[in-house]
């Protein structure tokens, strides 16, 4: 099966919010336990900022599928 630009789009679009989540609950988790500084912290902060920069940036240069571009292959 031949995937879309749409089913691409989708995938790296799941990637990126996976690992966004991931590090925004990681980050949350610290706050909950008063965390808020050391390795730990800082190891996770820059996870979560680097996470949503990566979100930022594939939303931005991305060219959005249009409503065609998912015909292929269905």
Avoid: C, K
């Avoid at 099966?1 to 980050?27: G, K, N």
């Avoid at 808020?36 to 902060?45: I, N």
């Avoid at 820059?46 to 249009?66: F, V």
């Amino acid at each position: 099966m031949q995937m879309t630009t749409t089913d691409d789009f989708r995938a790296h679009a799941h990637e990126l919010i996976v690992d966004l989540d991931a590090a925004t609950s990681a980050m949350m988790t610290l706050i909950s336990e008063h965390r808020l500084s050391g390795p730990e912290w800082e190891r996770v902060t820059q996870w979560q900022h680097e996470a949503y920069e990566r979100w930022m940036t594939y939303l931005n240069t991305r060219s959005y599928p249009g409503p065609g571009d998912n015909t292929v292959g269905h």
